[in-house]
């Protein structure tokens, strides 16, 4: 089987998410001091001893409210559990037992899953020791004090959780796409997520803002193995307030560069917003492949024009990202959901290519033949010695000239495009860097290529 899962149960603001980032050695989980930040359910990769398992964070359970995200939260809670092979309770030690923690207890009796007591907030040992005691009135056996903040007693906790996983086997990443699904709030990204996996992956909700951290979710599709990355809506900076917000956007321009390809998900009933605008900037300025993805195309009027009147206004306002594949989608329907996949494998394909030197200069002394560099009003001209691929994801190549500042910007376009055409580079930006050498400088490389034939 694949990697055990070890969720992380609780009522609010007990430091869930704190313990989260202390098993897993990592700041994935945003923890800030307000109740109810963590929705979704997030999974993060944990280890102890010679075991591996993924951490799975959930929201606050709170059984006697119906208030908005309340019933989302627990129908969440619940299929981490459902499909957890251990679980961990996580209490307040400097509360002590409350009625919501009666509560919880009640109902993971009725549950197969084993489960540790952790009360948490024992910050000194000696008086956790009382604190926890405390808690043997809900019932659920030894509770473990801790500190997630500091560690204390979470190794203990650990060594009684991993004799209740099963044995791993390795899951190979060699194959693994990276996605990340952006846009501005309330497109649909969480829609988008769920239309992906077909079912209730992550919280959809009409209210903005509802997904806070950058989930990871794995899927596999003809063969393909992709690892999905849902992130929070990115508003403009200056309506984005230091907190849960901040952290949450934060995490989702980390998800971007770790990313191979990024869906930009635009509203249709919206149009491209100047925001959409700038996180297409953005993506492009980090490197990384995208697609755009226009959802909500079930709700727009059509008549044979449509679709040519949008692809026009997409050309007029990002004019900038001619080179990316656009889908138009209903997330809700599920029209045309799977075809995504498709244009990700093209442009991740593209991203990573590598071109040999030979055929770089082939498509540049091409390109030259019908276009050659323009000469300047003091009658000098350009000249490109040669080209070659210094890197890739994204695809850079430096190219050897007299002196770069004899090269427009219309013609370092055309050489762009020369390169897209005939190398298919589509779905990624490419990087060229133009480099100026001396001709002596060419001469010498002439001479040791020589040499060396």
Known sequence: MGIPIVAI????????????????????????????????????????????????????????????????????AMIALAEASAAIFVVDGTTGPTAADQEIANWLRQQKVPFFLAVNKCESPEQGLMQAAEFWSLGLGEPFPISAIHGNGTGEILDALIEHLPETTEIPENNEIKVAIVGRPNVGKSSLLNAFLGEQRAIVSPISGTTRDAIDTFIE?????YRLIDTAGIR??????????????????????????????????????????????????????????????DAIEKDSYTIYDYQKQLEQRLSFTEWAETIFVSALTGQRVEKILELVNHAAEAHKRRVSTSVINEVLEEA????????????????????????????SIALFVNDAKRFNDNYRRYIERQFRQQLGFKGTPIRLFWRSKKVRDMEAVSTNRATRV
């Not at 202390?22 to 700041?27: F, G, P, Y």
């Not at 398992?53 to 606050?60: P, S």
């Not at 019908?370 to 000469?375: A, D, E, K, L, Q």
């Open 9 to 76: 149960i609780g009522r609010p603001n007990v430091g869930k998410s704190t313990l989260v980032n202390r098993l897993a050695k990592d700041k994935s989980a945003i923890v800030h001091y307000q109740p109810g930040m963590t929705r979704d359910r997030t999974y993060i990769p944990g280890f102890w001893q010679n075991r591996d398992f993924l951490v799975v964070d959930t929201g606050g359970l709170v059984f006697n409210e119906d208030t908005e995200f309340l019933p989302l939260i627990r129908q969440q």
């Open 221 to 225: 599709h003809q063969g393909q193995s």
């Open 236 to 297: 403009k900076k200056k309506n984005v307030e230091y907190g849960p917000e901040f952290f949450s956007i934060n995490r989702a321009f980390k998800a971007i560069r770790r990313a191979d390809v990024v869906l930009l998900v635009i509203d249709a009933l919206d149009g491209i917003t100047d925001q959409d605008q700038k996180l297409a900037g953005r993506i492009i300025d980090e490197g990384r492949a995208f697609v755009l993805v226009v959802n909500k195309w």
């Open 368 to 395: 030259i033949r019908w276009h050659s560099p323009t000469v300047s009003r003091a009658g000098k001209q350009g000249k490109i010695y040669y080209g070659t691929q210094v890197s890739s994801q994204p695809p």
